[in-house]
């Protein structure tokens, strides 16, 4: 290959799709067939629940949905090529994607990793072909993030040997739950466990909600949670237990038992390590939402930024209109932010590897590496449902009021994926569990999202550890600490070595600096949840500052992984996009902190301008490698109607046999 031979984006799309590209192909070849996912405007609520529920019900029979399952009970132990393919069904109408979420990820992963041998083999097999419809009841209308004090009970009764499940008042109902208002017919129930007089926590129990032709049980109230900002086919609803039986065997009692004369037994004894490592086995959705919502970025990005290749607008005079992309503030609407969808892309790749190797059946992940997974989806989650909420507005913008319409997806894409910033953990949380599990290496102690664990963690040993490594800092390493050399026109910002040493440096000198602040406030002999309060913002900003560099470390390892010229160079210009851009944004931080002069300050946004106007001339093959089906577009080609046929005859050919 010479030196100019045009970058091939079908390589493209197969480093981006990498070792799961037949799973995704297959997503997309589904997604292809007109119908099959496509996004439903002004559809009445009740036809779309139905049309949802009969897409997942296809997928399931044709053993797409439960791949992460263990191959006993219909799937192939391919955690990874689970979530691959749930990422990749964003391409299409997004309530599919929580539908399939909620019954084979969060049902079937509770029923999974929180049940035994005799659960999975009565359940299992039913839930991954959709037999068993069922719902995920953790979240109440009083209690969300603190997942610790919920207030459902649920009651061992020795004489009957059965739990009664109750909900002693409205604040105690369980809340959002999707499948809950029409499909659900069992539902994994997160309830405080009493037996003989003693709470021991939240514990899950399957509670049947409704018998065989649909009909709500004895003791069981439900409503429907009505309209929503969006999400329509997903049937979220409230649930409200009156003292209801179920047998002893309905615990999934994974981590821990109730025997039949009613003594409860745990290997875990700390009740709060038991608690937080049942949750950590939860932690798969909170992966897949975050995939999802990158994949539902690339949709907004194809819309917007083909039509910015063909919408033309203004121009010199006497000459012909130029296109928007030509305009250098369009490219700073769309460019940087398909630059950090690409960085988002690698980084979720790394995450759902991690994932795959801590809870693949052939994995002996230790404590270490689950809590590295916790602390990798925790924050990715928050910064990539971030970047899809904040990119869809600006897609939206950018293709004008044709943007406006409904037939171009971008109201079913805000709708839809502004849930996402809250489901699976509220991100600011999430920054904060993240930043907490920077700041120590043991969170045995502390509970994971309360604010009171959160104070006590803050006095805790670990916190002095940082805070004195940071303080014994000589002179000499003050003073390496400050301006990075180089002229005063930047071109060293253009070097790999330098961003990821500025994310570095600003990761590592914001996590000194909350140390610092949390253990100072502690040693005056303030109130540890004060001094959490004061500090949060910068608690916030540590695991921001992190996630940042993992990202762009994520994003330069694939550029380096790159074997082909070509398509190197584009991915190298495209990531230092990513990197210069975030340090643009954070200019002023590094101006007060030294590490950048007024004049190499601006010399950031000169590169990220001339980034731009190159990465202006890759767009067209890095959108094409998304390989979003044109089907799963349904009307929105009017934004770029001329580039409908060539798109659909491409995908013609590319699933047509090749000749040997």
Not at 114 to 139: D, V
Not at 468 to 493: H, K, N, S, V
Not at 567 to 587: F, G, M, P, Q, T
């Amino acid at each position: 290959m010479t030196a100019t031979t045009p970058p091939d984006p079908k390589k493209l799309r197969a480093l981006l799709d990498g070792q799961h590209a037949a799973t995704r192909d297959r997503v997309r070849e589904w997604l292809s067939v007109p119908g099959n996912g496509a996004v439903a405007d002004d559809l009445p609520t009740e036809e779309h629940r139905a049309r949802v529920l009969a897409w997942a019900t296809e997928l399931a029979t044709e053993g797409d949905t439960a791949m992460g399952y263990p191959v006993q009970y219909g799937g192939q132990d391919a955690v990874g090529r689970s979530v691959a393919g749930f990422e990749t069904l964003a391409y299409g109408d997004l309530s599919l994607l929580v539908k399939c979420g909620v019954q084979f990820g969060l049902f079937g992963g509770a029923v999974l990793h929180l049940g035994t041998a005799k659960h999975h083999e009565k359940y299992l097999w039913k839930i991954a072909k959709l037999q068993l419809p069922g719902c995920f009841a953790m979240t109440e209308t009083g209690h969300g993030s603190n997942v610790q004090a919920l207030r459902t009970t649920a009651t061992y009764d020795p004489q009957a040997q059965e739990f009664v499940v109750h909900t002693p008042d409205d604040d105690a109902r369980k809340d959002y739950i999707g499948g809950a208002a029409r499909d659900g017919r069992l539902a994994a129930v997160f309830a405080q466990l009493i037996v003989g007089g003693e709470s021991r926590g939240v514990h899950a129990l399957l509670v049947p909600i409704r018998d065989h032709d649909g009909n709500v049980l004895p003791g069981v109230r439900i409503e429907d949670c009505g309209a929503k900002l969006g999400l329509d086919g997903v049937d979220n609803g409230r649930i409200w237990f009156d003292h209801v039986r179920v047998p002893r065997d309905a615990l999934l009692d994974r981590y821990a038992s109730v025997a039949p004369e009613g003594t409860y037994s745990s290997a875990i004894e700390n009740p709060t390590r038991r608690f937080f490592t049942m949750l950590g086995t939860l932690i798969q959705g909170r992966v897949s939402v975050c995939g999802a919502s990158i994949y539902a970025t690339k949709v907004a990005l194809d819309i917007a930024i083909r039509r910015g290749l063909t919408r033309r607008q203004f121009g010199p005079p006497g000459g012909p209109e130029a296109v928007l992309l030509d305009y250098r503030t369009h490219q700073r609407r769309l460019l940087p932010a398909l630059a950090a969808t690409y960085a988002l892309h690698f980084a979720q790749d790394r995450l759902r590897a991690h994932l795959h190797e801590v809870f693949s059946h052939a994995g002996n992940a230790d404590d270490r590496r689950r809590r590295e997974l916790e602390t990798l989806a925790a924050g990715l989650k928050a910064v990539a449902t971030w970047h899809a909420t904040e990119t869809i507005q600006s897609c939206r913008e950018a293709c004008g009021g044709a943007g406006y319409l409904k037939a171009n997806r971008f109201a079913a894409l805000k709708a839809d994926t502004d849930v996402f910033t809250t489901f699976e953990g509220d991100n600011t949380v999430l920054l904060q569990l993240c930043a907490k599990n920077l700041l120590t290496d043991s969170r045995d102690q502390f509970g994971e999202l309360d604010p009171l664990g959160m104070a006590q963690f803050v006095a805790g040993q670990v916190i002095g550890v940082v805070a004195e490594r940071t303080a014994a800092r000589g002179l000499l390493a003050r003073l390496a600490d400050g301006l990075i050399p180089g002229r005063d026109d930047g071109a060293e910002l253009l070097q790999r070595s330098t961003q990821l040493q500025l994310l570095r440096w600003r990761q590592r000198h914001i996590l000194a600096g909350a140390a610092r602040r949390l253990k100072g406030g502690i040693d005056a002999g303030r109130d540890p949840f004060e001094v959490l309060v004061d500090c949060q913002d910068h608690v916030v900003a540590t695991a921001r500052a992190w996630v940042d560099l993992v990202v762009l470390e994520a994003f330069a390892d694939a550029v380096e992984r790159c074997d082909d010229p070509a398509l190197k160079a584009v991915l190298d210009r495209l990531c230092s996009l990513h990197a210069l851009h975030r340090i643009e944004d954070e200019r002023g931080w590094y101006q007060e902190h030294g590490r950048l002069t007024p004049t190499r300050s601006k010399a950031v946004i000169k590169h990220v301008n001339a980034l731009c106007a190159l990465v202006r001339d890759d767009a067209e093959l890095l959108i094409d490698a998304f390989a979003v089906p044109t089907a799963a577009l349904a009307d929105a080609e009017p934004v770029a109607e001329a580039d409908r046929e060539a798109r659909l005859e491409r995908e013609r050919r590319d699933r047509s046999p090749q000749p040997a």
